[in-house]
């Protein structure tokens, strides 16, 4: 369970990016994060793992203070915390299967590491994963060799060759074509279903976000201002998050999507009220 309580972000050139901003998401759950540029979208994401230091505020991992741990407590953390990045954020020179074997750098010893030396079960995690996530076979191609789409699925496997608890997603597909988008979505949840994972997932596409993620939270100026199902993300909550527009060419789209988000909200909440 994570949750993140009166999160402030100050940076030091600016204004507020963050203004007391609480949440909380259960084990297993997956929700979207949606709004303007510039809301504080990243910030709230990177903030969870201390990519950026936050003001003020408490961030809960089980209980475990990240916001205030020390060097050797946030190592530990992070560890639980996978993160997958628009960009990818692959080594590019380095192959696919590297690229997966770094995710495991921080539980393996500096030496062993340095020579490329992994335990046998890493590297079979990595093969696993590779299948999973539709990469069999690719383990030697070069990073700078691969599609948006394979990047992409190469950044997921890696960050669950950490065994996470939790994953940060920032914007997985905002480089990608409207079915690669789609199939990545897919991919994520079902992974995080498979694994019990919970995951924020920030994404500016609101149809995808609600057609995908049952939960949505909207961010404004550095404030939440919605929080609840997709299935009641109408032309007023569009307006509360990012202002006046006719949104109807979105809604209408959403009118679409409602029966089915409806019932995954409901299955996600009954079940998460069943496992407590
Ligand atoms: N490193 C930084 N230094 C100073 N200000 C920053 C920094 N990073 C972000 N900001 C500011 O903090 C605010 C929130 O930015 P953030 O990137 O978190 O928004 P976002 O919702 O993720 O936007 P986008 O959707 O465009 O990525 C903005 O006003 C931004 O200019």
Request: hydrophobic share 40%; aromatic share 6%.
């Amino acid at each position: 369970m994570l949750e993140i309580k009166e999160l402030h972000k100050r940076y030091p050139t600016g204004d507020p990016a963050l203004r007391g901003v609480s949440l909380s998401v259960p084990a297993g759950q997956v929700l979207g994060l949606i709004g303007p540029s510039g809301a504080g979208k990243s910030t709230l994401i990177r903030c969870i793992n201390r990519l950026v230091e936050p003001t003020q505020g408490q961030v809960l991992l089980d209980g475990q203070d990240l916001a205030h741990a020390g060097r050797q407590g946030l190592r530990m953390a992070r560890r639980q915390i996978g993160m997958i990045f628009q960009e990818y954020a692959l080594v590019e020179r380095l192959t696919v299967m590297e690229n997966l074997l770094s995710g495991r750098l921080g539980y393996t010893r500096f030496w062993p590491s340095w020579f490329r030396r992994f335990p046998s079960k890493d590297i079979q995690l990595a093969y696993s994963l590779l299948e999973r996530v539709g990469l069999a076979g690719m383990e030697n191609k070069r990073a700078d060799a691969l599609s948006g789409g394979q990047r992409q699925r190469v950044g997921i496997a890696r960050a669950l060759m950490q065994r996470p608890a939790f994953l940060l997603i920032d914007e997985p597909t905002a480089s990608l074509d409207p079915k690669t988008s789609r199939q990545i979505m897919r991919l994520i949840l079902t992974l995080c279903a498979e694994h019990k994972l919970a995951a924020i997932i920030n994404i500016h596409d609101v149809v995808l976000a609600t057609e995908f993620l049952p939960r949505i939270v909207g961010l404004r100026q550095g404030m939440m201002v919605y929080d609840g199902p997709a299935t009641q993300v109408d032309h007023k909550v569009l307006t509360d998050i990012y202002g006046d527009e006719d949104w109807s060419s979105i809604t209408d789209r959403l009118a679409g999507n409602t029966s089915t988000i409806a019932n995954d909200f409901d299955d996600q909440m009954a079940s998460l009220a069943a496992v407590g």
